[in-house]
């Protein structure tokens, strides 16, 4: 059955156009919109670029922090991780003392390698079998 209010051909098929208004005044209100928003956004964006994200200074300590809490950010992280290889690979290859007091040295690792070779891996002895 066709509606009374929408005039049909006999193939079926709608005769009217949709209407224009509502389309343009629905398309105007999303365009107002989304320009308010921007508009906020940007406004939101230059107050808080303005205003740098610091903690207050806390009166009830005794002096200023000056340094940030760690983990702090590496600077020079390629440099860094140069100058700790550079320090381990030292370690390893030089003699020098662990703890002088109790008599511990270390020997650079070429020759524990050597020691170890020529005087055997330790080895555990096995426990008979019942």
Do not use: C
């Not at 670029?49 to 009830?60: I, K, L, R």
């Not at 390698?113 to 079998?129: A, M, S, T």
């Amino acid at each position: 059955m066709a509606d009374e209010h929408t005039p049909q051909a006999a193939n079926g098929h709608e005769l009217t156009d949709a209407p224009i208004q509502p389309i343009v005044l629905m398309g105007g209100a999303v365009a107002i919109i989304t320009a308010l928003v921007f508009a906020l956004s940007l406004g939101v964006f230059r107050f808080f670029s303005g205003h740098p994200a610091e903690a207050p200074y806390n009166p009830m300590a005794a002096e200023a922090p000056t340094a940030p809490p760690l983990p702090r950010i590496e600077v020079a992280p390629a440099i860094e991780y140069q100058q700790l290889r550079a320090q381990e690979d030292q370690i390893l290859s030089t003699y020098g003392w662990m703890d002088r007091k109790a008599g511990v040295t270390r020997i650079p690792i070429d020759r524990a390698i050597d020691l170890l070779l020529q005087r055997g891996f330790p080895v555990r002895k096995e426990n008979p079998k019942p």
